[in-house]
């Protein structure tokens, strides 16, 4: 399944017709192979979730990203998550999981999943619905770190569902999940300069100038995450005690 989203991928990088038809086609082909790939069985951990709603709900933070392209723009949700493992003492817990297509860290004393997806950045909204559906996570408990071109690099920000404004990771995880729901973390990279394509500009790495910036936004970004988290817990607690009142 791989190899056939890396040909379609190929394919519609090498297509020469009107950049919207490309695009359209691109969007076409990867929904498909979304769909066909989540049509393998993942469904019977669902099982489980009753359970952990009675043990409190979990969390996921997802950092998208393409595998083996770490250190560029495009997964700089990645670094901001490996960055979020280190502060809670879990970066060496990482392990590979190919049923999720991804490497997770599985912290239960917070009821939080980590999710570093292993597939292209276009279908990674596949590994984030088959660790959604083995962990019982559900979509608005679901974090997207991701890249945002809009955003000057150094500034971050919280987006609460909605549109995927262009972002090919966040429009998988929406096809996938079927909702548009689940909040982003939104890390600026800024837009090209000069003549510098779009494509060549969040596949490229960061300038040597640029990783003092990036340190404090890993930093900053981590902050938020964590505020997020514990603004969601303590949400989840009074909801249980507003239900265990009536």
Same mark, same amino acid.
């Given at each position: 399944?791989?190899?056939?989203?890396?040909?379609?991928?190929?394919?519609?990088?090498?297509?020469?017709?009107?950049?919207?038809?490309?695009?359209?086609?691109?969007?076409?082909?990867?929904? #498909?192979?979304?769909?066909?790939?989540?049509?393998?069985?993942?469904?019977?951990?669902?099982?489980?979730?009753?359970?952990?709603?009675?043990?409190?709900?979990?969390?996921?933070?997802?950092?998208?990203?393409?595998?083996?392209?770490?250190?560029?723009?495009?997964?700089?949700?990645? *670094? =901001?998550?490996?960055?979020?493992?280190?502060?809670?003492?879990?970066?060496?817990?990482?392990?590979?999981?190919?049923?999720?297509?991804? $490497?997770?860290?599985?912290?239960?004393?917070?009821?939080?999943?980590?999710?570093?997806?292993?597939?292209?950045?276009?279908?990674?909204? =596949?590994?984030?619905?088959?660790?959604?559906?083995?962990?019982?996570?559900?979509? $608005? &408990?679901?974090?997207?770190?991701?890249?945002?071109?809009?955003?000057?690099?150094?500034?971050?920000? #919280?987006?609460?569902?909605?549109?995927?404004?262009?972002?090919?990771?966040?429009?998988?995880?929406? &096809?996938?999940?079927?909702? &548009?729901?689940?909040?982003?973390?939104? =890390?600026?990279?800024?837009?090209? *300069?000069?003549?510098?394509?779009? $494509?060549?500009?969040?596949?490229?790495?960061?300038?040597?100038?640029?990783?003092?910036?990036? &340190?404090?936004?890993?930093?900053?970004?981590?902050? #938020?995450?964590?505020?997020?988290?514990?603004?969601? $817990?303590?949400?989840?607690?009074?909801?249980?005690?507003?239900?265990?009142?009536?």
């Amino acid at each position: 399944m791989i190899r056939l989203v890396g040909i379609f991928t190929s394919l519609c990088c090498t297509l020469l017709p009107p950049r919207r038809y490309l695009l359209t086609m691109q969007r076409f082909l990867t929904r #498909i192979v979304s769909r066909l790939w989540l049509s393998e069985p993942v469904a019977a951990a669902m099982t489980t979730e009753t359970q952990l709603h009675e043990q409190g709900r979990r969390r996921m933070v997802v950092g998208l990203g393409n595998p083996g392209m770490e250190g560029t723009r495009h997964s700089v949700g990645m *670094a =901001v998550v490996s960055a979020l493992a280190a502060r809670l003492c879990l970066g060496k817990c990482w392990s590979g999981d190919r049923q999720l297509c991804g $490497e997770v860290v599985v912290a239960d004393a917070r009821r939080l999943v980590l999710l570093r997806p292993r597939v292209l950045m276009n279908v990674n909204g =596949v590994a984030v619905a088959k660790a959604a559906s083995k962990y019982g996570v559900q979509p $608005e &408990d679901i974090l997207l770190v991701h890249d945002e071109l809009d955003k000057p690099l150094g500034k971050v920000g #919280i987006k609460h569902g909605g549109s995927a404004r262009g972002h090919n990771g966040v429009r998988s995880c929406m &096809d996938c999940l079927r909702t &548009d729901v689940m909040p982003r973390l939104r =890390v600026g990279i800024g837009r090209p *300069a000069g003549k510098t394509s779009v $494509e060549h500009h969040v596949m490229g790495r960061f300038f040597a100038e640029e990783w003092k910036i990036l &340190d404090y936004v890993l930093v900053q970004s981590v902050d #938020i995450l964590m505020s997020q988290l514990g603004n969601q $817990e303590e949400k989840c607690s009074s909801s249980s005690s507003s239900a265990g009142g009536r």
